[in-house]
């Protein structure tokens, strides 16, 4: 082996003899070596060098083959070969190449950059909490700084690429707020905040952006990597073990470890993007929400059924009905004629209120909130320089530039003002932001925003589109603290970017009223803490649709045990409230919110813990052993902190019919006598100690000296410890010392148990209070212990006959409790007198290529239109309205796209047939409409649907001739990226031709008609939804395109049908890759 010798000076640097590839590390230098099959020492060409501090240039022989880059006078970037990186003398036109790197803010975590040039490029960030500190090296020489995995780049047409390969048998998590399965590997997700109502689990882009994974290696080691980027970037993680990023140039990339857990990479990241902000206690407890409560009667007529059922709730929310023609900082004069009162008599009784405001502000002359910001020039221009007008509820709206410090000092002004009507807290909503009656679903990527030089100055809406809610959080946060600095605020918002936890909670948007859902919504909760923000939560029992009593009560089940905790409907369906769905579900949800009372002390503990070490409140099951690959895909159970919570979210299971997968050690199973088929299992690990209170009916009924009750589970060693952490509940004292930080051990020595205190912080004086400790057994058998909190408590343990024997009567209580609960009914539709098609189950078809979902029962429609391969949706739609329908008329909506469909025909593939559905519904007038959904054998990628009007009963004095009809093919498609989709098709006399959705509706007839074949490209993806037809059976073509949306529709020629002559559609659709 050859040896390195390294001779350097202030100003020079030669390589001498070339060793195998390893990288040298001599403190302070760090040295690159590089294999000697690149070069020979007759070659004398200079090798690598890497972050030398201490010399001021390193100059190289011209014939060299590397480039230095010097970035500062006393620092330089890492090189790289000629041959990876393509670049001009002056370094400005790199192409490709291995990033440069320099650490940054604490050990382990390692900035990247395309160049030097590009770093000092980087716009500044708005993930980290001081940009200053991504922008500062680190020279701290007993840092490990050598990146153990350093990505690649490339870039292409202003797009900068980079991908950094893993190994092998790496899974991936985070990427923020997405939907479907929880480990991510295969699937690729795009950071645009889209308003997406109703997404479904492969829906791309929802409200809030994250540009960062979390790699869990096969060792159980973890890695995360940040894309600092505010633009829109794709996350692509379809090839195994190799994360690749794809945003405009340019932009450093961060990487956070590897680190020893993944709870130690989220830790980091933490002290990067700050951690949550600590919530007020009494945030904690249950949210209730409806699209919406429409007077202040009905507010008070809800909170007073909580009290009488006996059902824990401490917030009711206000949507945006509650405003005055929606205008924001206003209240309807006749319903919502009074709120200081309204919010008098809620907190009387315990309750809290939220109010709704959005940023689109109704153009108004006279509307004091329009004078004013029109008086300040707040607004978000054009690129003409006018304020820039877009439709939203009140009509048309102007919207705040929060990019500018004084719009935001502006718009926290009038929230101080809102917050004197009674106002606990509220909730930005709409703020991606959302504009309707545009394909883009928000404001044109032209429109300009005045920033702040700290935040990157003037840019257009495409740099500032991802942090514009993360904004209007902030100044919302900030107003509210301009209103009273002694309370915390509390904000939700539905738009966010990394870093949007310093500012607010979040939920996961307007979810379904389906077991798909509910599925995701654990999923969904986890991966927003696993890119930094715990306080989160789905809308429990879902947002659209009408949940059935079973799956309500399911999802409260769970939904009590997520960090943030609401239950929200939408306008037009039945009552979600707990009471709505009978009785055997009210006796459910009051179980299940008890719960979370009872458990209230240690779910606030965890976030404290998450507010000052950055630490997760609650994480995905393999937390508890990262090592384990079996742990890394369950999607039915999590961990809030040491406690596991193991649910059923299949609706034919209940609690006793799911096997619970379990980490490694002792978990012990635990109750509060309420275990039920329609509620979680809990375990406790052993080893653990967690605080558990009483199940007070709101957060302001509990008392420092109400009895404290200890759940002890002692681990192999006999030992266990937790902590509890107690103060005010709300403002700013406990930063001051204005707490109680408590650290209970428990120990067994022989036959005897000992809980004590070991340790204790804060000035806040001891309550006098009673101590109930509970040792879990298992099978959820207890040994209760009584004393007092800060005295010892020994607790002697019975002998092994009494153990088994308390096992045994536990075990059979238990049984016997669940098998006496009054089960949730299993029935097809909510109480009242809508909507239950709504809550039924689509039948699915798939073949590994295709996976759709279609509801013969309004429509025979097609809800869902997978292509599994690319991992794309292009129709996701709500159940009874859009996605793919047929009508037997050329008026829009005519008959049938509503009547219900018979399933006369259904064949599975394992049953030798192939995979196919075939329907008819009735249209009137003797005329059924059939429709065949098929995956053909011999064409294998693509799905066919044979459609026809067909004269079933024509009456003989028609001269067995129907009504003048016509069967038009109306899908609606999903647009992921609507600025850079188009649709492409060669007309029948050879016109080439390209329809963008600025073009509006457009119809094709005669030689205009494609020939044969149209298709929908994505530009973004590289890829195309291409639709095969019979042009002997298709008159005309039509093109609508509509918010995020567009209709391809095939239309036959209109005329009457008899038993001879139908009418018939039969078309194709396949997904190719096209050009980017």
């Not at 036109?93 to 604490?106: A, H, Q, Y």
């Not at 500018?404 to 709409?430: A, C, H, P, Y």
């Not at 900030?478 to 605020?489: Q, V």
């Not at 011999?938 to 001739?961: C, E, M, P, W």
Request: hydrophobic share 35%.
């Amino acid at each position: 082996m050859e040896k390195a010798v390294l001779l350097c000076s202030s100003n020079r640097c030669h390589k001498l003899n070339l060793s195998p590839t390893v990288v040298l590390r001599t403190k302070p230098h760090l040295i690159y070596a590089i294999p000697p099959t690149h070069f020979t020492t007759s070659d004398k060409k200079a090798a690598a060098a890497a972050a030398f501090p201490l010399f001021r240039s390193i100059v190289l022989p011209s014939s060299s083959p590397f480039h230095i880059k010097k970035r500062f006078s006393n620092r330089l970037m890492v090189s790289g070969m000629a041959s990876d990186i393509e670049e001009t003398a002056a370094n400005s036109d790199v192409k490709s190449g291995t990033m440069v790197f320099e650490p940054i803010l604490e050990d382990g975590v390692i900035r990247f950059d395309c160049s030097a040039d590009a770093r000092n490029s980087a716009f500044p960030s708005l993930s980290f909490v001081d940009s200053k500190k991504r922008d500062t090296p680190i020279m701290d020489s007993s840092y490990n700084n050598v990146p153990s995995f350093t990505p690649n780049f490339e870039s292409v047409l202003g797009q900068q690429v980079v991908q950094l390969k893993l190994p092998d048998g790496t899974s991936f998590y985070g990427t923020g707020e997405v939907s479907g399965q929880l480990e991510r590997t295969g699937k690729r997700i795009f950071t645009w905040n889209t308003d997406a109502w109703g997404y479904g689990p492969e829906t791309t882009s929802l409200y809030q952006s994250h540009p960062w994974v979390l790699a869990v290696l096969p060792t159980g080691e973890a890695l995360g990597v940040l894309a600092d980027t505010t633009n829109r970037c794709e996350v692509d993680l379809r090839n195994e073990s190799i994360i690749k990023f794809v945003a405009p140039s340019s932009y450093p990339v961060i990487t956070f470890g590897p680190f020893d857990s993944p709870t130690a990479v989220l830790v980091s990241l933490s002290r990067a993007i700050g951690t949550v902000s600590m919530p007020p206690k009494w945030s904690l407890g249950y949210h209730q929400c409806r699209w919406s409560y429409m007077s202040d009667a009905r507010v008070l007529e809800v909170a007073r059924t909580f009290r009488q059922k006996d059902i824990p709730c401490d917030v009711i929310w206000m949507d945006i009905d509650y405003m005055d023609g929606f205008r924001c900082f206003t209240f309807d004069k006749e319903h919502f004629s009074d709120p200081v009162s309204l919010a008098k008599d809620l907190h009387d009784t315990g309750f809290k209120a939220i109010w709704m405001l959005d940023p689109g502000i109704k153009r108004e002359e006279g509307y004091f909130v329009y004078d004013s910001g029109t008086k300040n020039d707040v607004w978000i221009q054009t690129a003409e320089g006018k304020p820039f007008v877009g439709d939203v509820w009140p009509g048309p709206c102007v919207f705040p530039d929060f990019t500018q410090s004084k719009t935001r000092l502006w718009w926290s002004s009038l929230v101080k003002e809102f917050v004197s009507n009674g106002v606990d807290g509220i909730w930005n909503d709409m703020n991606e932001p959302a504009v309707f009656k545009t394909v883009t679903k928000t404001m044109p990527e032209s429109n300009i925003h005045k920033g702040d030089t700290e935040l990157g100055g003037c840019q257009k809406h495409s740099h500032y589109h991802n942090v514009y809610g993360m904004l209007m959080a902030r100044s919302t946060y900030e107003g509210m603290k301009l209103a009273n600095e002694n309370k915390r605020p509390f904000v939700l918002t539905r738009a966010g970017f990394l870093g949007s936890q310093r500012y607010a909670a979040t939920w996961t948007g307007d979810n379904l009223s389906t077991w798909e859902h509910l599925h995701m919504s654990l999923s969904m909760a986890l991966q927003l803490g696993l890119s930094g923000q715990p306080l989160s939560g789905p809308d429990i029992g879902g947002f659209a649709g009408n949940a059935t009593p079973r799956l309500f009560g399911r999802w409260m089940g769970i939904g009590a045990m997520f960090p943030f905790c609401r239950g929200h409907s939408e306008a037009g369906t039945t009552d979600h409230e707990p009471w709505s769905f009978g009785k055997e579900c009210e006796e459910v949800c009051r179980l299940a919110l008890k719960r979370r009372y009872r458990l209230l002390l240690h779910i606030y503990t965890l976030f404290y813990i998450a507010h000052t070490k950055g630490i997760p409140v609650s994480t995905p099951t393999f937390f508890a052993d990262p090592k384990d690959p079996k742990l890394r895909k369950i999607e039915t159970s999590f961990l809030l902190g040491t406690l596991l919570i193991s649910a059923s979210t299949r609706r034919d299971l209940g609690l006793g019919q799911v096997q619970h997968v379990l980490p490694k050690g002792i978990w012990l199973e635990f109750d509060f006598d309420d275990s039920h088929p329609d509620l979680p299992a809990l375990y406790l690990q052993g080893g653990s100690i967690i605080p558990l209170s009483l199940p007070h009916q709101h957060v302001g009924e509990a008392n420092p000296t109400d009895d404290l009750t200890l759940l002890v589970a002692l681990d192999e060693q006999g030992k266990s410890t937790g902590v509890l952490f107690e103060d005010e509940g709300d403002g700013y004292e406990f930063k001051s010392g204005g707490y109680l930080l408590t650290t209970y051990v428990a120990e067994r020595v022989s036959s005897v148990v000992t809980v004590r205190i070991s340790h204790s912080e804060g000035f806040v004086k001891r309550p006098n209070r009673r101590l109930h400790v509970q040792l879990l057994l298992g099978k959820c058998a207890k040994l209760d212990a009584w004393g007092t909190d800060g005295e010892v408590l020994e607790i002697e343990m019975p002998s092994e006959n009494e153990v088994s024997s308390l096992l045994s009567a536990s075990e059979i209580k238990y049984t016997t409790r669940l098998e006496i609960a009054r089960c949730i009914p299993d029935v097809e539709e909510g109480p009242g007198t809508k909507g239950g098609e709504l809550s039924r189950s689509p039948v699915e078809l798939q073949n590994g290529v295709w996976a759709l979902k279609i509801v013969p029962w309004i429509g025979g429609r097609i809800i869902s239109m997978s292509h599994i391969p690319s991992g794309t949706q292009w129709l996701h739609s709500r159940i009874e309205v859009d996605g793919y329908e047929e009508y037997s008329g050329v008026e829009y909506r005519s008959a049938g796209c509503s009547e219900e469909y018979n399933v006369i025909e259904r064949n599975l593939e394992q049953a030798g047939e192939v995979e196919s559905l075939k329907m008819e519904g009735d249209v009137g007038g003797g005329l059924v409409l059939e429709r065949e959904i098929s995956f053909p054998k011999d064409k294998t990628q693509v799905f066919r649907i044979d459609s026809a009007i067909l004269a079933r009963n024509v009456g003989a004095g028609s001269g067995g001739f129907s009504r003048l009809v016509c069967l038009r093919v109306h899908p609606s498609f999903s647009l992921l990226h609507p600025t850079e989709t188009y649709v492409s098709f060669t007309s029948l006399n050879g016109l080439k031709k390209e329809v963008w959705p600025e073009s509006g509706e457009q119809y094709f007839e005669g030689d205009l008609r494609p020939n044969g074949e149209w298709m929908l490209v994505d530009r973004c993806l590289g890829l195309a939804l291409v639709n095969f037809f019979d042009i002997k059976e298709v008159f005309k073509c039509l093109i609508h395109w509509g918010t995020g949306t567009v209709n391809l529709e095939l239309w036959s020629e209109n005329r009457p049908v008899s038993a001879q002559s139908p009418l018939s559609i039969s078309h194709e659709y396949e997904v190719r890759q096209v050009a980017k």
